[in-house]
């Protein structure tokens, strides 16, 4: 079975500073990894995701997450947010080549920047 | 392009009522899954259809049940609600059964008085 666990359920930020958003999954198999935004009584939407290969991976709004294999973990970064950037982020998992590929969210991590 | 859309956006039951949400796919995507999220918390997996049939399911009571039509639409029917049914739906739809990239729609927001 997979888990995914996001550390910190809340982080804020001044706006203009880094951010780090943490995750690590526990699998037993090979995962592909996602970062997912929800703003405020919307849906979710695809920021980045790893699937192989190069183990930094670009996304939109200026995102970046870099997949760990010996410390399963996939932290997602930002070098300057924005204020635009307050939502609610959360790091998933699936199994490739699996029957089926349901997806496994954390928690979730609220990101609240501090003009 | 349209996105995922699900219907309605917001809803209001009764306990011990029934209930059918309802979702159609992204163009060209013929894989449905449904998801639950409770207030301040992580979407749940509670199933996945494709070719019209279930093919997973997350750990939901027989009381979640669904439907993939020939379109690639799909229906959730909860029924005998519980207070704690209380959530937002969303649906994500994918091509095959490989969620190399899933779109999600906007949600359904469901609450049981």
């Known amino acids: 079975a997979q888990s995914v666990t996001q550390l910190d359920s809340q982080v804020p930020v001044f706006e203009e500073a880094p951010v780090e958003l943490r995750c690590n999954y526990s699998s037993s198999v090979s995962v592909y990894l996602f970062w997912y935004v929800q703003y405020p009584n919307q849906g979710l939407q695809l920021l980045l995701k790893?699937?192989?290969?190069?183990?930094l991976v670009k996304g939109i709004n200026g995102f970046e997450a870099e997949f760990n294999k010996s410390q399963t973990s996939f932290h997602l970064r930002k070098p300057s947010v924005h204020i635009s950037d307050t939502a609610e982020y959360f790091c998933?998992?699936?199994?490739?080549?699996?029957?089926?590929?349901?997806?496994?969210f954390g928690s979730g991590t609220r990101l609240s920047i501090r003009p | 392009d349209a996105g995922v859309t699900q219907s309605p956006t917001h809803l209001i039951k009764t306990r011990g009522q029934q209930v059918t949400l309802r979702c159609s796919p992204k163009?060209?995507?013929?894989?449905v899954s449904w998801y639950q999220q409770a207030l301040g918390q992580g979407p749940q997996f509670i199933f996945q259809?494709?070719?019209?049939?279930?093919?997973q399911r997350g750990n939901f009571p027989d009381r979640f049940s669904g439907h993939q039509f020939p379109n690639y639409s799909s229906e959730l029917n909860v029924n005998a609600l519980l207070l704690g049914d209380s959530a937002l739906y969303l649906c994500?739809?994918?091509?095959?059964?490989?969620?190399?990239?899933?779109?999600f729609g906007q949600g359904t927001r469901l609450t049981v008085v």
């Open positions: 998933a998992v699936s199994v490739p080549y699996s029957s089926a590929s349901k997806i496994i």
């Open positions: 163009s060209g995507h013929d894989t």
């Open positions: 259809y494709y070719e019209e049939e279930e093919r």
């Open positions: 790893y699937l192989s290969g190069s183990t």
């Open positions: 994500a739809s994918s091509l095959g059964r490989q969620n190399t990239e899933a779109f």
